[in-house]
């Protein structure tokens, strides 16, 4: 038993009981009656009295009913708590996943209903709440405190800590779904975060073991064994969603024209299940373009015959399927998995296609060298060759921006690069933003031994066979961006801003052995693409619910409106150079940028108005493996699920309500001896 | 217990007895362990030997004897003369001492109303049995009866009686019943007075012997015991009535009440609980026996009678039976 305002109620209680028996022998609301004589009453009230001066207090029920309503009210004003093992109050930190598998409708109330995992989470934690040691009266230390974090592909702090339970209980009430992937370092680290380092002599900085941890989810983190929590902290975890699920979900989208032929495109849905071992199943995959249902197609996973119980889960199988279309305008793609499955917002895709075109490029070089060979050798609308002071005309001229990107082979201007996209070869470049200079070339042979093959700019490329002869030292900035990188630092790298943009080598292809290698028309192909396409990247860019929604609109656009999935209208405010942020991004699905002014080079007009069109996806194999993790491998430890722990607080319940509730019981008692009682 | 609420007090003797009681009071005749010597001759055997018809004893005569009085028949047989004593019949002092006290005038039936039906009552048979019959109120109003001094029959110097005693002497005979009966129709209950006191000026005043019966509640703060001494010094046969209402046996009050003496205003604040009912019974029971103990032994006849016991009943059993009536 733990009281939590002792002092509080003994104080009470040395004013209100003398006080009552007090009153009780000042007591003046007599009734007057008149009799025949005192005599023997006095005589009986002598008596009465003989023994003690409290002998006036004896049987008086009455008084005694009253001394226990006191009795109860004061120790209730004491706040006892019975307690089993837990000292003062405690923080928590409750981690609610609200990511997208959080939303597979899976799991039952109390009542048996169907209600989604996230519900499930919610009603949890608010029982937690619930169990919380409440704040003592006047020693409010002595509660339980709470933090309370939602996180899908990031963390928020919904509820900093407090102890105020209502507030709690309507906090975690209010944490909404979203669509984003779950990702758990950023929510461990803010959890983490409130963990008290203090200065010991003798031994240094020592971290206090963290608040502890109570998480809510699904598990699934495809970067749990890289989240390390302190090993004195407290974690528990417990698991939700229904083991036997079944979902299908659409985790590959992906559309591409045809290299000879760019009306031809050809579009890769990837399909994946899960659910019980061994079953098979089907699901009908519909194909929209610009909103119109052009096919179905029926993905089958065939039975496997696992031996596997089927109560177990089998690991998540891939499939996928082919829809062709004939188009070279931009297009909005759409695939929707149909029929029910545990999970929705895996079921539907966006891609936006973007038109076929082909590019235009400027060559500039002193000398034409072999490399514009290479350049011809790409499929451009357009080739122009220059000298630097055709180029400088040009420049003077405005006449740059008729070209997607222009190539400087082995020579730059001395004065900064005007607006556009620059392939540079070997040259220093001024106004780059990230190339701070390039020191002189040097006779030293060196080859390329790492490269980033995910890059737009170098996929498919190869640089093995690649061995430079001589070459300069770039000096870069923190902005730039090292594509490849040879034995003594980077070799190819992509710097500049919205402005001027450039791809640059430190070496020139005459010094390498590149213009005998096939790789030098792949890069050349794939960098001018990616040049190219820079300006309206950011429509064809995968965007991904959790992550910010950020695009550069046209110089002078304002008046910015997002439109959201739900058809919520969002007013923006472009920073100077036309960039607009919003998120993180919530729910999948197309997201319409409009302004006011001139449009992009990607962009539609729409009523006037241009517009962007940005698709949100899931497409993550891990989200759409709704399967719940009963065991947290975290990179520091393991965390099994423990679903039926106590909360803090089956270990402190508070008494006074009860106490309460016997001195209003006791009130009834004596009111009905009192009418009883008083009657002549 | 209670003051009585209801004011109405009787106005004329038939009120304070029923016609058919008064009827039935005419075969009683008041009764006396002892033989007194009377005043006058009356309807009672005397120690002293008389005229009645009644033979007693013979002795020799002596000079100066009735010579009526020899008995003849003797005379003849012995030739001696004898005188035959008849037992003189004389007439019986009967005193009622009725306590009008403001004490009295409390409970439901009243305790005073019930001392004035069982005075009428008693003093009725007392007159039409010749007996002299003397009435006082102790502690009646100032404004009440008085002294009715025209009634005082023997003469004697006339004393002023005081203030809180009323008193109607000496009456005799059927034709002042209603005297009786107006005097006590005009008493109200007074502030009370001192009984020993009172007592001793009763048994100062009073020369003769006979029964007296004193009327109360015996609910005397100064006590009782010294007033019936003084009573039973002058060698009455005293009767002591106690009337209590049966608000007083059984108390039926509840709460926390401010009890106020009727008569002398003392306060008393009691918080009313089973323990001080119990207490108070326990009380009233050891005073009654202590004042019955008191009278056993100093031949007082003693009788506690509750006012809701009809007069006829507590004068045709219960004092018949001790012996007060016969």
């Keep these: 038993m733990t009281w939590l305002s002792p002092i509080l109620a003994g104080a009470a209680a040395a004013i209100a009981i003398p006080a009552l028996l007090i009153l009780y022998f000042l007591k003046l609301r007599r009734r007057d009656i008149e009799v025949s004589t005192t005599l023997l009453w006095q005589k009986s009230i002598q008596d009465l009295q003989a023994n003690a001066p409290f002998q006036k207090l004896r049987r008086n029920i009455l008084l005694l009913l009253q001394l226990l309503v006191l009795a109860a009210a004061i120790l209730a004003l004491a706040q006892p708590e019975i307690d089993m093992g837990v000292g003062d109050g405690q923080r928590f930190v409750l981690l609610i996943d609200r990511s997208a598998s959080m939303s597979a409708r899976d799991e039952t109330d109390s009542r048996g209903n169907p209600v989604t995992r996230l519900e499930k989470a919610k009603q949890e934690a608010i029982r937690f709440v619930d169990t919380m040691r409440e704040p003592g009266l006047f020693a409010r230390d002595r509660r339980d405190e709470a933090m309370i974090i939602a996180f899908d592909t990031g963390a928020e702090v919904v509820q900093t800590f407090t102890g105020d339970k209502r507030r709690l209980r309507t906090v975690i009430e209010s944490i909404e779904p979203t669509d984003a992937p779950a990702r758990f370092e950023e929510a461990a680290r803010l959890a983490g975060a409130h963990a008290v380092t203090v200065f010991m002599e003798a031994v240094g900085l020592v971290t206090e073991a963290g608040d502890p941890m109570y998480i809510w989810s699904d598990g699934g983190f495809p970067d749990a064994d890289r989240v390390s929590v302190d090993p004195s902290t407290p974690v528990h975890y417990r698991s939700v969603g229904a083991a036997d699920s079944v979902n299908f979900g659409v985790t590959a989208f992906h559309a591409e024209r045809a290299f000879d032929a760019p009306e031809r495109v050809s579009v890769f849905v990837g399909v994946q299940r899960v659910g019980a071992a061994g079953g098979g199943g089907e699901v009908d995959v519909e194909f929209a373009v610009d909103g119109l249902v052009s096919a179905v197609r029926t993905v089958r996973f065939p039975e496997t015959g696992s031996d596997a119980p089927a109560s177990e889960i089998e690991a998540p199988r891939p499939s996928g399927v082919v829809f062709r279309l004939d188009r070279l305008e931009a297009a909005t793609l759409r695939v929707r998995l149909l029929g029910q499955d545990a999970l929705a917002s895996d079921d539907t895709a966006w891609l936006l296609l973007p038109p076929a075109r082909r590019l235009s490029a400027l060559y500039v070089a002193e000398r034409e060298s072999m490399l514009l060979e290479a350049v011809e050798a790409q499929e451009l609308s357009r080739l122009v060759s220059a000298s630097p002071q055709q180029f400088q005309r040009m420049a003077d001229d405005g006449r740059l921006a008729e070209f997607d990107v222009i190539i400087l082979d082995d020579w730059a201007p001395q004065t900064a690069l005007p607006r556009g996209r620059y392939l540079i070869f070997g040259a220093e470049a001024q106004g780059l933003r990230g190339l701070e200079g390039m020191g002189e070339r040097v006779e030293d042979p060196r080859i390329v031994i790492d490269w980033r093959r995910d890059h737009p700019a170098l996929r498919g490329v190869s640089f093995d066979n690649l061995y430079i002869a001589s070459s300069s030292t770039l000096q870069l900035g923190e902005s730039a961006v090292t594509l490849a990188e040879s034995d003594r630092g980077p070799a190819i790298v992509e710097v500049g801003d919205s402005g001027a943009r450039a791809i640059v080598t430190n070496f020139a292809v005459l010094d390498t052995n590149w213009i005998w290698d096939h790789n030098l028309v792949i890069f050349l192909g794939t960098a001018i693409r990616h040049l190219a396409g820079d300006g309206a990247a950011f429509a064809h860019e995968r965007l991904t619910p959790g992550a910010v929604l950020s695009t550069r609109l046209p110089p002078g656009a304002s008046d910015v409106e997002l439109t959201l999935p739900g058809a919520e209208r969002i007013s923006l405010t472009p920073s100077a150079d036309g960039l607009v942020n919003y998120g993180p991004i919530r729910r999948i699905g197309l997201h319409r940028l409009r302004w006011t002014g001139v449009p992009g080079e990607a962009d539609q007009v729409v009523d006037g108005r241009p517009q962007r069109t940005m698709a949100a996806n899931l497409l993550d194999p891990y989200e759409s493996d709704i399967r719940p993790v009963e065991r947290l491998e975290l990179a520091t430890r393991d965390i099994e699920s423990a679903p039926g722990e106590a909360g803090p607080a089956l270990a402190a319940r508070s008494l006074w309500p009860w106490l309460i509730l016997a001195a209003l019981g006791v009130i009834l008692l004596e009111w009905f001896v009192y009418n009883r009682k008083v009657h002549v | ?326």
């Design chain 2, 1 to 326: 217990m209670l003051k009585t609420t209801t004011t109405t007090r009787p106005r004329t003797l038939d009120e304070l007895l029923d016609p058919r009681l008064v009827s039935r009071l005419t075969q009683l005749d008041v009764s006396s362990r002892k033989v007194f010597a009377g005043k006058l001759k009356g309807e009672r055997r005397s120690k002293k030997r008389g005229e009645s018809v009644e033979f007693a004893d013979h002795r020799p005569y002596v000079v100066g004897d009735d010579l009526r009085h020899i008995d003849w028949n003797i005379f003849g047989r012995l030739d001696r003369l004898f005188i035959k004593l008849f037992l003189e019949e004389e007439d019986l002092s009967l005193h009622i001492v009725l306590d009008a006290s403001a004490s009295m005038d409390c409970g439901e039936p009243s305790k005073f109303l019930y001392a004035q039906r069982l005075t009428a009552a008693l003093a009725y048979i007392g007159l039409v049995n010749l007996n002299r019959v003397t009435l006082t109120a102790l502690g009646a109003a100032a404004g009440g009866a008085g002294g009715d001094g025209g009634s005082e029959g023997d003469g004697g110097p006339p004393r002023p009686a005081p203030v809180s005693e009323s008193v109607i002497r000496n009456l005799r005979g059927r034709r002042r019943v209603h005297d009786m009966g107006r005097w006590l129709c005009s008493l109200t209950p007074g502030a009370g007075a001192d009984f020993t006191e009172a007592a001793k000026r009763i048994a100062l005043t009073r020369t003769g012997k006979g029964v007296m019966i004193v009327i109360s509640d015996f609910f005397l703060k100064e006590g009782y015991e010294q007033g019936l001494r003084y009573l039973l010094g002058r060698g009455y046969d005293v009767f002591a009535i106690q009337t209590l209402s049966p608000q007083e046996i059984e108390p039926s009050l509840g709460g926390d009440l401010r009890l106020k003496d009727i008569e002398d205003g003392d306060l008393a604040e009691v918080t009313i609980s089973s323990a001080l009912l119990k207490r108070y019974k326990a009380n009233l029971s050891a005073y009654c026996d202590e004042l019955r103990a008191f009278c056993a032994r100093r031949e007082i006849t003693h009788i506690t009678v509750q006012t809701d016991t009809p007069v006829d009943t507590l004068v045709f059993e219960y004092l018949r039976s001790r012996g007060l009536l016969r």
